[in-house]
């Protein structure tokens, strides 16, 4: 079992910054896949971005492609997200996910093992 606490959420203006962090209870080098999701109020949870495990391979959304840099630290067992440039459309809880099952860098949430409670992101303009 692998719990996710993520934390840095927060209310910001639009064009600001907000680093997202993400602990594990074991150690993330165990982790094969770490993601990134959000869920905008009445839409699906969507993709954000994806690190494998050595932290050597990353892959992003269109939306948040140039603006957003996923990365980990696994001797501290934490997953940051660092977004720059937040746009109002930005507004979502984010949720942290663990793939410990595939070295795949996937985009599906289903294909996830582990998830966080989610830390509010909100944008105004």
């Known amino acids: 079992q692998v719990q996710l606490v993520e934390s840095g959420g927060g209310l910001v203006q639009a064009g600001e910054s907000l680093r997202l962090s993400c602990a594990a209870s074991r150690r993330t080098s165990s982790i094969y896949v770490m993601g990134w999701f959000r869920q905008a109020p009445g839409k699906e949870r969507e993709f954000v971005a994806v690190?494998?495990?050595?932290?050597?391979?990353?892959y992003y959304s269109d939306p948040v492609k140039g603006r957003f840099t996923i990365s980990r630290d696994n001797a501290k067992n934490n997953v940051y997200l660092q977004m720059n440039s937040l746009k109002p459309e930005d507004t979502a809880v984010y949720y942290c996910?663990?793939?410990?099952?595939?070295?795949?860098?996937?985009?599906?949430?289903?294909?996830?093992?582990?998830w966080g409670q989610g830390t509010q992101v909100t944008v105004s303009s």
């Open positions: 690190i494998s495990r050595s932290g050597g391979s990353t």
């Open positions: 996910a663990a793939r410990s099952l595939s070295w795949v860098l996937s985009t599906t949430p289903s294909d996830y093992d582990y």
